[in-house]
């Protein structure tokens, strides 16, 4: 095995008074990767983050650190450090004793402290800030010093709950990029939770997509966002058109009266399946042209493209980005390649979806 | 062009007049060479030299602080325990429970609680002196103390102890690096309020005070029983403007603070 694992669930249930947040859960994460955590609130996300932490401790299943169980080993003696989503700067405390609190503790000698508080706010941009009080820092420099306060314990692993989530947009997509070029040069492992799927997919190695306390699906953001495995996963990473369909046989699939070739296999013939197509693979083209007929119900400009909202005879509603615009009630053709067309299984979780078989189970 | 006259202002300035006119008035004759209260004859400081050179007065204005001090530092360190322990009770019941038991306390008449103290004093055999108030002013200043710092924990992200934990914190690290210091303002609250119900205490007191011991506010009450005398007058003029002291450097304490900690609370 070459996969240098560092934590892995094995059967983790979670129940807080009887509700279950964390539904038998398995999964590993390797070391120096950039993990995200997706899905709505209250899905679990933050109860994993929580576990690893060792803020609570799992009602069934084993946490591994390393190879070692660490179900009962507290939150202070774990070789992992946390970026909590308002921060929980210490008020009392300056950038410099806030980001020296982990090493205060441990009692490391002063000078050592000095040097070590200098490179993490080196690290993170903030060289200078050391004697500002908390208060006076923006929000975005709040976030480096929680981030700088959490690095300079040389964890393992970095937990990130959500950080982003109280800057600006502006703000939000710059830290975006610093996050993933601070884990780069870290070369540690960073396990991101987040509700925004657009973060997850610009900075992930490794999405995990969660549901009611279950993984919905695991992999890289471009398979997540290519094939996804259910309904689930399809409507909630990015906008996409799901409609009811039949797998007819390898590579024919038939959907909104039609049978369109396809590059997906695997299934039983005349299997139900739902047929995802995202907005973005439909090009706009004249009514004989495209492969299917719609007539425009309305038009939002986005900025990037326009949105249409379309509907083909049967009443299915397409939704459409393109950088062509179209006039409201003309009927046109939508024209799109095999390769738009993902097929899933009805009402999956996580299993394999097609025939090019997936890496993780 | 007349200016409107703003009746909400008008109203605080009566409500004002009649509550400090008795103050004054009562000021404003210890400084009455004629030696009553309704005939203003002439300056004097004949009064507040009585004061100063009455030496029984000033043992007991000595004991009065000292009790005032160690029963408000006692208090302080039992309410914030208090506090603590009904912070981290998790069972919202008994939590309510505890807080309304510790209200009960405050609301509660004083003569009640002097009263039933002096039985409890009797009854375990404590001579009434000395003890016997520093014991009674610890315990009716604690419920106070507990009320004060309380808003204050609740006020502080529960993330705050996470992130101490996280960083390898153990509990007490928590308490004396995150905990107390985040609650400092309220435990400087508390010891003030402490303080300042314990020195101008008198119902409780009274019901406490052995033969030999005495404190101001008992003192004075005794001595206008007795008769008109204006060194009364001036021992209540020095008490009244050292409390303002104290609400003066109350307020800038609090002040200070609220720079200090205006930031980190729960949102």
Redesign the interface.
């Known amino acids: 095995m070459s996969k240098d694992v560092i934590i892995r669930f094995e059967h983790v249930t979670k129940q807080y008074d009887g509700l279950v947040v964390l539904d038998d859960v398995s999964f590993e994460i390797e070391r120096g990767k950039f993990y995200t955590l997706l899905g709505p609130s209250g899905c679990g996300k933050t109860t994993i983050l929580r576990l690893i932490?060792?803020?609570i401790e799992p009602t069934k299943g084993t946490i591994y650190f390393n190879g070692k169980n660490i179900n009962h080993v507290?939150?202070?003696?774990r070789q992992?450090?946390?970026v909590?989503?308002?921060y929980?700067?210490?008020?009392?405390?300056n950038v410099f004793e806030n980001v020296a609190?982990?090493l205060?503790?441990?009692k490391m000698k002063y000078a050592d402290i000095q040097e070590k508080v200098a490179e993490a706010l080196r690290f993170v941009n903030l060289e200078g800030y050391e004697h500002r009080?908390?208060?006076e820092m923006s929000g975005g420099q709040r976030q480096r010093v929680a981030i700088a306060?959490?690095i300079v314990?040389e964890p393992e692993v970095l937990l990130l709950d959500e950080p982003l989530s109280a800057l600006d947009l502006k703000l939000r997509t710059e830290m975006q990029y610093e996050l993933r070029e601070l884990q780069r040069r870290l070369g540690i492992t960073f396990i991101f939770v987040t509700h925004d799927q657009e973060e997850a997919l610009a900075m992930s190695d490794q999405i995990f997509v969660l549901h009611k306390g279950k993984i919905q699906q695991s992999g890289t953001p471009k398979d997540i966002y290519d094939e996804p495995v259910n309904r689930f996963v399809a409507d909630f990473i990015g906008e996409s058109n799901i409609l009811p369909g039949t797998m007819i046989a390898d590579f024919l699939v038939e959907f909104a009266g039609k049978r369109f070739e396809c590059v997906d296999q695997g299934f039983y013939p005349n299997e139900p399946v739902e047929v995802v197509i995202r907005p973005e693979d439909l090009e706009i083209t004249t009514r004989d042209q495209g492969k299917l007929q719609v007539r425009v119900d309305s038009q939002l400009f986005r900025g990037v493209h326009y949105e249409l909202c379309c509907y083909d005879q049967h009443g299915n509603e397409w939704l459409v980005h393109s950088t062509k615009k179209a006039e409201v009630g003309e009927e046109i053709g939508l024209y799109f390649e095999p390769e738009a067309i993902h097929v899933m299984r009805v009402s999956e979780a996580q299993e394999v979806s097609d025939g090019e078989g997936s890496d993780e189970t | 062009m007349k200016r409107k006259v703003k009746w909400d202002n008008l109203y605080l300035i009566i409500m004002f007049v009649i509550l400090y006119t008795p103050i004054f008035y009562l000021i404003y004759y210890s400084f009455n060479s004629g030696g009553t209260m309704h005939h203003f004859q002439g300056f004097t400081l004949e009064w507040y030299k009585e004061v100063f050179q009455d030496t029984r007065l000033l043992i007991i204005v000595l004991n009065t602080f000292v009790i005032a001090l160690l029963a408000s530092a006692i208090s302080t360190i039992l309410g914030v325990m208090g506090a603590l322990a009904i912070y981290y009770v998790k069972k919202r019941r008994m939590k309510n429970l505890l807080l309304t038991l510790n209200n009960v306390l405050i609301v509660s008449p004083d003569v009640i609680i002097g009263a039933s103290f002096l039985i409890l004093f009797t009854i375990i055999g404590i001579q009434l002196g000395f003890t016997s108030v520093l014991l009674s002013h610890i315990a009716f200043s604690v419920p106070i103390v507990v009320l004060m710092v309380l808003p204050k924990l609740q006020e502080m992200s529960p993330t705050l102890i996470d992130a101490a934990r996280d960083l390898g914190a153990n509990q007490w690290n928590v308490l004396t690096k995150v905990i107390l210091p985040f609650i400092t303002p309220g435990i400087f609250a508390g010891f003030f309020m402490a303080l300042t119900y314990s020195l101008d205490d008198f119902a409780v007191t009274f019901f406490v005070t052995g033969n030999g011991f005495s404190t101001l506010s008992v003192e004075i009450y005794s001595r206008a029983r007795q008769g008109i005398s204006l060194s009364i007058n001036a021992l209540s003029t020095l008490l009244f403007l050292f409390t303002v002291l104290l609400v003066v450097g109350y307020y800038f304490i609090s002040q200070r603070s609220s720079r200090l900690y205006g930031m980190g609370g729960r949102k």
């Open positions: 932490a060792g803020f507290p939150a202070n003696k992992v450090n946390t909590f989503q308002d929980a700067l210490f008020p009392h405390l609190f982990g205060r503790v441990k009080e908390i208060r306060r959490a314990n």
